[in-house]
């Protein structure tokens, strides 16, 4: 997962009861001891009396109205303490909230697995929302929504949310390594510069030799 921080999750993990973190994450899969009636729901035993529990899971992106904003981080870890799963904690300003509880839905589209530095999605809904995308909240991600930039906001304290409007709408997010145009722009005036003192000091011996 490009840009994931253990330490957000371990965050998440210390504020909220453990089944309210694993609807946050969005877990599937629950690794367990096998024993009486669980032994006989498990997905697969995977050997030293340990099952592979299958649990409901929220998607991996969806679009949701019950956001409960706040304005900083610190803000957002105490409210998780309190607030139902069924509302998002996002960090920023509070966006105007919808009265359509039909909100459409929103997928990603095929891409390459082996490319982990982009996402593509779609999405189609009646009335302004939050998109959020389960993949872990870090700098050097950006947003467009039909090729306009567009702010990424922090989500449940881990996760990625990006305000869409009504309608059928493309959103593209995209990774680049924080600072990476800065070093490269360093990198090459750094070149340009051995260059010239290359080329100087080559006029220069040029100029020296007896004509």
Known sequence: MTGFNPRRFAKLKEVTPQA?????????YVVAPLSGRRARRSLIN????IGLY???ARPRVELVSDVHWVSDEAEAWASLADVSTRVVVAVGPGQ????TRSLGS????????SDTASISLATSAPSPALLVVRDAWFPGWEATVD?????????????MGIPVPAGDHAVELRYETPGFRLGA????????????VLLLGR?????????
């Open 203 to 211: 006029l220069r011996r040029q100029r020296a030799l007896p004509t």
């Open 46 to 49: 995977v050997g030293l009396e």
């Open 54 to 56: 299958p649990r409901p």
């Open 147 to 159: 090729g306009q930039e567009t702010p990424i906001h922090l989500v449940d304290g881990v996760f």
């Open 185 to 196: 722009l360093i990198s090459g005036l750094a070149w340009l510069g051995v260059l010239g």
């Open 106 to 113: 929103a997928r990603a589209l095929a891409t390459n697995p």
């Open 96 to 99: 105007p909230s919808s009265e």
């Open 20 to 28: 309210a973190f694993w609807e946050r994450c969005a877990v599937a």
